[in-house]
């Protein structure tokens, strides 16, 4: 029964994200995601640290916390992490080469994610189950900092709009690195 909760909570709020990234665009979205992600991580390790090398601090009062935890998590990834690099995908290539790039995108992250379980049980068996979360809300805090940079505002664009900012930005960055100024 709480599967199924879980799931129609999950559907529920990706189908309500695709509607809300078009108000607040797709960049400020995602780094919104992954800064509630790893907030939501960075307090699931304190919480597992706590409870592995504090054994005199009482945390049955906080049991809730893993549990809200995962609710907060889904809830940020939806708006976010779990939805923006398909619209993106959608939004970035031609129709030319789309399908070769979700197929590459679909590798990508069943790989991805296949590493990411055997990271997690390597790091939860050798050095306890606050570890994962640790890394994994270091990489989401590097990774909302570096959207600012990297990830492209694709809000109301056309591809060519999109594939223009893409090559100003590129040759700014160059002409910054080769020290002419324009």
């Known amino acids: 029964m709480s599967t199924m909760v879980?799931?129609?909570?999950?559907?529920?709020?990706?189908?309500?994200?695709?509607?809300?990234?078009?108000?607040?665009?797709?960049?400020?979205a995602y780094m919104f995601s992954l800064g509630g992600c790893a907030l939501v991580l960075w307090t699931l390790g304190v919480y597992f640290m706590i409870d592995e090398f504090q054994p005199q601090i009482n945390l049955a009062?906080?049991?809730?916390?893993?549990?809200?935890?995962?609710v907060c998590y889904t809830i940020f990834s939806a708006f976010g992490v779990a939805i923006i690099p398909t619209?993106?995908?959608?939004?970035?290539f031609?129709?030319?080469?789309?399908?070769?790039?979700?197929?590459?995108?679909?590798?990508v992250l069943g790989f991805g994610t296949s590493f990411m379980y055997q990271l997690f049980y390597f790091l939860n068996n050798r050095f306890g189950m606050f570890c994962p979360f640790i890394l994994f809300a270091a990489c989401s805090t590097v990774s909302s900092i570096l959207t600012k940079w990297i990830v492209p505002e694709t809000k109301g664009m056309t591809l060519e709009e999109i594939q223009?900012?893409?090559?100003?930005?590129?040759?700014?960055?160059?002409?910054?690195?080769?020290?002419?100024?324009?």
């Open 61 to 70: 009062s906080f049991q809730w916390v893993p549990l809200a935890g995962l």
């Open 87 to 92: 619209l993106m995908l959608g939004e970035l």
């Open 164 to 182: 223009q900012s893409l090559t100003k930005k590129k040759k700014k960055s160059s002409v910054a690195r080769s020290g002419y100024v324009i």
């Open 94 to 107: 031609s129709a030319s080469v789309k399908s070769k790039g979700l197929m590459i995108l679909i590798l």
């Open 6 to 28: 879980y799931a129609g909570l999950v559907l529920l709020l990706n189908t309500t994200t695709s509607f809300m990234t078009d108000h607040i665009g797709r960049r400020r």
